[in-house]
Structures are given as C-alpha cells and as structure tokens.
C-alpha cells in the first residue's frame, strides 16, 4: 500500500448479506484501492430491528468479515431511530461528522464510501454526512437496471464516481445514477462465485441447511408487506408455486418463505402439499437457525426448479448456476404496480421478459429464453415512462421502441394512461386525451357495458 493511501478510511454500508457479499467480491477483484483502514458499517432495516438479525449476525459472515478491519453498527450509533426514518438536520451535518469521526476513530483521515440505495436513507444519511468525500455505489438485485426512483441533491449525486453492479442480465445497462453520468462497472461474477462458496461451506451454514436434493425450490417474497398484493392473493401465489411444480412432476418442495412472513402462509402450504401427495420441506425458524441466501441453497441443494415471482435470486439462479427457474404472477403484478413510478417496475419487468411462465408447461422445461436484442431500449422505454424528469434524455429511444414495439406482448409493460401523458407512441391522440378524463363519457361507457351484459343473458 502506497505511503499516500496510509491515512485513508474506506467506509462500506451494507444492509443485507447479500449486499455483504458483493462487496466482498469487489474487493477480492480489487475494484476498490488499498486503505488504511476498511469499516463495515451495518444497518438492520427491518421495520422491528429487535426481532431480525443483522448482517454480521447471520450464518456466513464470519467468511465475508476478514475483508475488514472493523465492522460498526449504524442501528447503535443512531439509536434510538431508525435507520430508514432518520437523516440528519442540515444544520447538524458538521456537527455529526465529528462525532462519527470521534466515535469511530478516524481521525483526520480521507474518507471513502461505498453504499447502497443512496437515494434513500440509511445510505443518503451516510452520504450528506461526510460531505464532500467520494462515494461508490453497489447494486445487490435487478433496481439497478431501472431508473434512480427520487431526484438525489446534486450535491450527493456528483460525488457518486461507479455504480458497481452485478452482471445478472448480460448486455443489460443500468440506467441507475444515469443522470449524472455515472459509469457503471461489473462486479466480476467468478468473484461473487467464489465468495458465496465460502458462505456456504461456513460450518453455521452447513449446520443449518437440511440435506434435500432434486426438489424444486419456492422463493417467498412478502410481497403484501410492500402493499403490491393483498396477504390473501400472496397465499394463493404460494399455492400457485406448488401446483405448477407438482405439474411438472417435482413432488419434493422445498419452501423459502420471508423471514418476517407469517407462519399461518406456511401451515395453508403443508395442508396443500398433502392434498396434491407432494413432500414439503419449509425453510423457516423451525428447520433453519438463522435465514440464509437462497443463492447458499443453490450451491448445497442444487434445486431441480426455482420458482419465485420476480425476486433477483431467480435470476442469479439462471446466470450464476444454470439452474431451471420459473416465474408466477408477474402478469399481476405489473397491472397492479402503482404509482407507475414504482421502483420495482423494472425487476418485474425483466422477470416477465426473461424468466417462462411456470403455468406453461412447455416452456419451463426448455432452455431460458435468450436475452431479446431489443431488452436495452424495452427498459429504457419503460424507464423513461417512470422517471421522464430524471432521465429526460431517454425520450427518443422510448419514442421509437413504442412506435415500432408496441404489440399484444409488450403492452403489459405499459399504461395507455401513461403514455397519453407524456405524449408519446400508444396514448390517446391529443385531440381526444379528455375522452379518459369526461364524466359523461365514462357516464355512457358504463351504460353501453351494462346493456351488454344484460342482451348476453
């Protein structure tokens, strides 16, 4: 290490094992110079901290904790906030610097950062406080192939210098921190390999994962946590998951639920799998000590299917282990994602394109679908109707994919609606855009509809 790196701090926040071991990778494939010091800062942002484990609690971390000198709790240096509700008060940021500085020892040092999701707290709180510094930003799933889901402070935003990111759909371009010209940067994939390897073969790991091999593997999400779908249509997803599996004849399951969803979900699952005479192991706090990455399962299970809505580890599963993977309910999800600015527009998105329909059974036995060479202008199509104030420069590539694209199979992407809004290819003509909006005409619409049904009968 050079002489003028010495009084250099390297600061990375992470929130997920996941994350973690991201950036482990990156610095296995020295993505990041050497340092004086490197810090872990972790953050538990489960909405009850006290009833989850953090990062450095969960089975693996040992493996990913050599990579750094010190590992730091945000939850106690904030206590009692939470870190998702908390950001300093401008007049305060000097203030904060130096008590972080002074609680974690850095002294005079540079400071670098390395940090997730930065357009929203914990990470943006990390950033406006060490003003000044430069800061990498890493991408641990598919967001980071849509647009930056808030306008960022130029101030925060023009420090950002990469976006690292995983290479989960390959000649795919992030279109994250595009505003501000960020370069993005692969995260080599042998690297990541290499690194989930020594998660799995951690001896707590290897502990707590049950030996069931050739099963097909349901991925739950807790999607109605996030107000996309009611508790109710989640637990029939579930039940969808299974039947399909058992449709294609996998009748050893295997059930991943979310950490915090509730066990009711998993009891419905046991009476179904009885029902269809298929063998269900669940994945919860009863067989496993501590949650563990579905990517770890991967490696030690080696699933005959994945099955999941439109979670990142699917894709991970495809591009990483070649692994067969099947999606439900993205069809759903994407005429129900409101506002359409939703930051998960884009994984759902991808998942739809990429991933077959497990209730199609001849195409989830094939070969995945190879990435379409028109997927780059798709989502930035998409991703301009999102986010048309922060990536304004998108507006010509959006314009000639709807002119020429718009079929029967991409119209789910979008919303006519939409589309009438910003004037572009697939709206209502300007002449007529008040047709939507009128009381009357939706007045007569209804009546027309109503007689239609009644001469049916």
């Not at 790196?5 to 050497?34: N, P």
């Not at 130096?98 to 990470?123: F, K, M, T």
């Not at 959006?398 to 919303?415: D, H, I, N, Q």
């Amino acid at each position: 290490m050079s002489s003028d790196r010495a009084g250099t701090t390297q600061i990375f926040f992470a929130s997920t094992l996941y994350g973690t071991a991201t950036l482990a990778a990156a610095l296995d494939s020295g993505l990041f110079a050497d340092a004086g010091r490197r810090i872990l800062l972790v953050s538990n942002n489960a909405a009850i901290p006290e009833t989850t484990s953090a990062v450095d609690a969960m089975p693996g971390f040992d493996a990913l904790r050599g990579r750094f000198d010190d590992v730091v709790s945000w939850n106690a240096t904030i206590a009692p906030h939470h870190p998702a509700g908390w950001s300093p008060r401008p007049d305060d940021v000097p203030l904060w610097e130096r008590h972080l500085r002074l609680a974690w020892g850095l002294g005079d040092d540079d400071i670098e950062i390395a940090v997730e999701s930065i357009q929203v707290n914990p990470a943006m709180a990390v950033a406006q406080i060490f003003t000044g510094v430069p800061i990498d930003v890493y991408a641990d799933g598919l967001m980071s192939y849509g647009p930056t889901r808030n306008k960022i402070d130029p101030l925060v935003g023009t420090r950002v210098r990469r976006l690292l990111h995983l290479d989960l759909v390959p000649g795919l371009r992030p279109l994250l921190l595009t505003e501000f010209g960020v370069a993005p940067r692969i995260v080599p994939t042998e690297a990541f390999l290499k690194v989930l390897g020594e998660l799995g073969d951690a001896p707590d790991v290897v502990a707590g994962v049950p030996s069931v091999e050739a099963a097909a593997l349901l991925l739950g999400q807790y999607l109605s946590a996030l107000g996309l779908i009611s508790a109710a249509e989640e637990e029939r997803l579930h039940l969808r998951m299974m039947r399909g599996a058992v449709r294609l004849g996998h009748t050893r399951l295997v059930f991943k639920p979310h950490p915090t969803a509730p066990a009711q979900w998993s009891r419905a699952m046991e009476a179904e799998a009885q029902r269809l005479g298929a063998e269900l192991t669940v994945l919860d706090a009863g067989v496993l000590t501590a949650p563990v990455l579905a990517e770890v399962l991967y490696r030690r299970m080696r699933p005959a299917l994945v099955v999941g809505c439109f979670s990142t580890a699917l894709l991970t599963a495809s591009a990483f282990y070649g692994l067969p993977v099947a999606r439900v309910g993205t069809r759903t999800l994407l005429d129900r994602l409101t506002p359409f600015e939703n930051s998960n527009r884009i994984p759902v998105t991808l998942v739809d394109v990429l991933v077959p329909d497990l209730e199609d059974g001849d195409a989830v036995p094939a070969a995945p679908p190879e990435t379409p060479a028109d997927l780059n202008d798709l989502v930035a199509a998409v991703g301009f109707a999102m986010q048309p104030k922060i990536c304004p420069a998108l507006r010509p590539v959006a314009e000639r994919y709807l002119a020429a694209r718009l079929t029967a199979s991409t119209w789910r992407y979008f919303k006519r609606r939409r589309l009438t809004s910003l004037g572009l290819p697939g709206g209502v003509p300007e002449q007529f855009a008040f047709l939507p909006r009128s009381a009357a005409v939706r007045r007569v619409a209804r009546r027309a509809k109503a007689l239609r049904r009644a001469v049916r009968r």
